[in-house]
């Protein structure tokens, strides 16, 4: 049932299993989806029976990021509110303002606080007058190849200097002696300039080999707040996330709650609005530093929904559309042990290699505790444009170890014919003594050789 007044039509401006999960919290709101859509993907199983606008060809500069063709799309099929996904313009402030411009509700936080985050420095800033712990490092943007040297010299090598505009790791060099720091901050720069326009660059103490441990949090416009406990995403692969779990293993408790009610209080102090995640690497010692935020629902996010049984999909409409969070932060339980294994069309045995084509089998697993999100069915056809993730496997249990033996049945019977997929690597490294023991950290992968 509703809880009152929301939207009659919301448009969905992303594609796959993301677009799926926007219109499953759509369909139990009572809200008619419309979903944008490009060319390829245009005939793919999950928009059948649905309301699609297409945006463009298949690249995605020509239809998901460009701005005004969906803005348009918006308005001519009637959505009064659009929801951006993660990925794409999920995080872009100007398109936020575009959509408020033209009267449709952006489902996310207002572009102010967007603008705020997506700049480091003020927002590292931000963070530190609200009580979080930072990465050591320079004073804001250096500028010049001196300031640089003077700042590296202070907080001690390594260091890593990063674009103030950047992500994705792009525009990021390392000086580990002060012979370093001239060629490292001028490549910074370049490269910082050439990806994101914005040649400013800032610097941070390199911490090696630390864990990534991210919050979940979400907001109302009347200032309440709420977290829904931690996630770490340690297993990676070149920054990109292929395992996540629930809660981390290898966090202190102290740690956990000091850092949880930190996160609480910064969110709230920004005036922000929606669903957000801050990301923090855990140094040695086991303190969590606070790395960034974003300003959307992660991929992940149904790790924090399967332990604590909110569907934050819902909650972050509901929000956008004028309402109170449905729970107090005393009214969130967090249970048992939940992880997340990404599926993507890729052969992990060759260096993770993209493996678009026809999907000529997909049966996906199921049972307690089991849960599946996709976009895929058999017959379904991976396009070559966009990200290869088909599905998400995410398994709760009561305790980790019966997470991971579900997470290893499950993919066990796990069917995806056709294409090559990560499900081999998931499978190694949940097996593997490393994981099982929580002795890894971001620089490889647990079970899983560096080689291949």
Request: aromatic share 6%.
């Amino acid at each position: 049932m509703s809880p009152g007044p929301i939207f009659r039509r919301l448009f969905v401006a992303n594609r796959g299993e993301v677009a799926v999960r926007v219109a499953r919290a759509c369909d139990a709101l009572g809200i008619t989806p419309v979903f944008g859509v490009s060319e390829a993907d245009l005939d793919a199983p999950y928009l059948s029976g649905r309301e699609r606008v297409v945006l463009g060809p298949g690249r995605a500069a020509l239809s998901y990021l460009d701005m005004t063709r969906v803005v348009q799309a918006a308005k001519q099929s009637r959505c009064s509110a659009l929801h951006p996904g993660w990925g794409f313009l999920s995080e872009n402030p100007t398109f936020a303002a575009l959509c408020e411009q033209h009267g449709i509700t952006f489902v996310g936080p207002p572009a102010r606080a967007m603008a705020l985050m997506g700049r480091k420095t003020p927002a590292k800033d931000a963070m530190r007058r609200a009580g979080l712990t930072l990465i050591p490092g320079s004073d804001g943007v250096l500028r010049d190849a001196d300031a640089a040297l003077e700042a590296a010299e202070r907080t001690g090598y390594p260091v890593l200097f990063k674009a103030e505009s950047g992500g994705g790791g792009r525009g990021m060099r390392i000086a580990r002696s002060r012979d370093e720091v001239k060629s490292a901050f001028d490549d910074a720069r370049a490269e910082a300039t050439a990806a994101f326009g914005d040649p400013r660059v800032y610097m941070e103490k390199l911490l090696e080999g630390g864990r990534h441990v991210e919050i979940q949090l979400m907001a109302d416009r009347y200032g309440d707040v709420i977290h829904v406990g931690e996630r770490d995403c340690t297993v990676q692969r070149n920054h990109q996330k292929l395992i996540e779990e629930s809660p981390s293993p290898v966090l202190s408790e102290s740690e956990r709650a000091r850092t949880l009610a930190a996160a609480v209080h910064a969110t709230r102090s920004i005036g922000y609005v929606g669903a957000g995640t801050m990301e923090f690497l855990m140094d040695e010692q086991g303190t969590l530093r606070f790395m960034e935020m974003n300003t959307r629902l992660q991929v992940e996010h149904p790790v924090s929904e399967m332990r604590s049984g909110l569907d934050l999909m819902r909650e972050m409409i509901l929000v956008a559309a004028g309402h109170r969070l449905s729970v107090e932060q005393e009214q969130v339980t967090l249970r048992g042990h939940a992880i997340e294994c990404r599926i993507n069309a890729e052969d992990p045995h060759e260096g993770f290699r993209p493996s678009p084509g026809a999907i000529t089998r997909f049966v996906p697993p199921a049972g307690e505790g089991v849960r599946v999100d996709t976009h895929v069915a058999s017959g379904y056809v991976v396009p070559p444009f966009y990200d290869s993730l088909i599905a998400k496997l995410i398994v709760h249990g009561r305790d980790r170890s019966e997470a991971i033996e579900r997470a290893v049945s499950a993919l066990e019977s796990f069917v995806v014919d056709g294409v090559k997929t990560t499900i081999p690597m998931h499978l190694a490294v949940l097996r593997s003594e490393e994981f099982r023991t929580s002795r890894y950290d971001t620089r490889r992968i647990p079970g899983w050789p560096t080689s291949r």
